[in-house]
């Protein structure tokens, strides 16, 4: 990706969504859409996402999780992940806001946090602000 694309133009943005809630992976994929968003994967939980990475760790540069679900919460996905090396941006998504589960989030590795209910406008300052972080690391290699 040049500098350009990479934060300017979501069209070539690789994107896992890890929701445990049907409705609210729909909204969130919907969102993305309509930033541009195209090459967008799902998993349910954790678990699932975990055994996606597994096989196709390389079709994603970035990944938005919801921190509350079942079989394993968004922060031990995250802290498996990081523990295996991957570097992966991670937004994490919550309805928590208070200061120490923002810490907490930023202790475990966590890229980005955006609570929960938040608009297309929040998510995409965020996404653009993680994109730049992300062309600068590409920039220090």
């Known amino acids: 990706m040049n500098q350009k694309s990479a934060y300017e133009d979501f069209s ?3 994107l896992l ?7 609210a992976r729909t909204i969130l994929r919907n969102m993305l ?5 195209t090459q967008i994967f799902e998993a349910g939980d954790g678990r699932e ?3 996606f990475l597994d096989m196709a760790s390389d079709l994603v540069e970035l990944i938005i999780c919801d921190w509350n679900m079942p079989n394993m919460s968004g922060l031990e996905f995250l802290s498996r992940i990081r523990s295996d090396g991957c570097n992966i941006p991670f937004l994490i998504i919550s309805g928590r806001g208070d200061r120490d589960s ?3 989030a930023k202790a475990g590795g966590v890229s ?3 609570r929960k209910p938040f608009s297309s406008a929040q998510l995409e300052v965020k996404l653009r602000v993680l994109m730049q972080r992300m062309v600068e ?5």
Do not use: N, T
Request: negative net charge; hydrophobic residues 40%.
């Open 112 to 114: 980005g946090y955006i």
């Open 17 to 23: 969504i890890v929701e445990d809630q049907m409705e």
């Open 12 to 14: 070539r943005l690789k």
């Open 137 to 141: 690391a590409q920039k220090e290699e």
């Open 49 to 51: 996402a975990l055994s």
């Open 102 to 104: 923002v810490l907490k």
């Open 33 to 37: 859409g309509e930033l541009g968003v």
